[in-house]
């Protein structure tokens, strides 16, 4: 499914259903900013006319989506109700749901991973002993790796039957040592690797529909989180209820939501696959 279709699941999930708005404003001649009352907007749900004219977004006007800052190129002629602009409310908008999905993706990236083969990217350097792995797209850890023996070889052969290897996590760059006496040899790696986040709403989602609850339960808590500051402002509108305090409710809710996430992640997350045993070359042992 797409970022979009699993979007709109989270709304119905969470209750984050659209509400129509209608402002209407008096134009002067001079007033480029206008205020709208409710904020975020959803994207792409507005609509700006100007004396029963639809205005274009960027030449006419602009919108700030998230604080409802309406600004006009040129100040509107003076009239009674002459500018009008319908639109869309929502919790959160459909661009900040990507990112709270992608952090989710970078959350459980050590939880929920896919292997790859990459065999492009490195090639042997004579007496080199480390290999930048940053090239490969999401790499997360080295399970395996081996090399041809010479330039028009078709086999493989284990690096771990010549030198010894080491892959470091934080540096994403692969260790030999002893190193390698000829240039140019390819190199084939087993690994494990994140899965690939969306830029845009239209991108497919990476992450298999039989691990998705926990990025849910995340998405829940982040979503919970947002509402918090709004929350706050409620409290003094408490009155019957004084020890009631609406702000740390949606807190503590957030927080059994990470919970949940943590817990059902370890309880679905797939072990890391063995790594083979290593044979230890002369040199020094890593």
Request: some cysteine; charged content about 25%.
């Amino acid at each position: 499914m797409t970022y979009l279709e699993f979007i709109s699941k989270l709304r119905v999930e969470l209750k984050d259903f659209v509400h129509l708005h209608k402002e209407i404003f008096d134009g002067d001649a001079s007033t480029l900013n206008f205020i709208v009352t409710h904020v975020p907007i959803k994207d792409n749900s507005y609509v700006v006319k100007v004396g029963g004219t639809e205005k274009t977004e960027t030449t006419d006007y602009s919108l700030d989506r998230d604080t409802g800052i309406l600004t006009f190129v040129s100040a509107p002629a003076a009239g009674s109700d002459n500018i009008e602009i319908t639109y869309k409310e929502i919790k959160i908008r459909d661009e900040d749901y990507l990112e709270i999905i992608n952090d989710a993706i970078d959350h459980f990236q050590w939880k929920f991973w896919e292997m790859d083969i990459d065999e492009t990217t490195l090639t042997t350097v004579k007496h080199q002993y480390e290999y930048d792995c940053s090239g490969i797209t999401g790499i997360l850890y080295v399970l395996n790796s081996w090399y041809k023996a010479s330039s028009g070889s078709t086999v493989w052969q284990a690096v771990s039957g010549l030198t010894n290897w080491k892959y470091y996590v934080g540096l994403t760059k692969l260790y030999v040592n002893p190193t390698f006496d000829s240039t140019g040899l390819a190199m084939k790696l087993l690994y494990l690797k994140s899965f690939t986040k969306g830029t845009a709403t239209s991108d497919t989602l990476d992450v298999p529909d039989k691990w998705i609850l926990p990025y849910k339960y995340y998405i829940y808590a982040r979503f919970y989180e947002r509402l918090i500051p709004e929350k706050i402002n409620e409290t003094t509108a408490v009155t019957t209820q004084p020890s009631f305090t609406p702000a740390q409710a949606v807190f503590n809710i957030a927080q059994m939501y990470y919970q949940k996430a943590d817990d059902v992640a370890k309880k679905l997350a797939p072990r890391i696959p063995a790594m083979p045993i290593k044979q230890i070359q002369d040199g020094i042992a890593m």
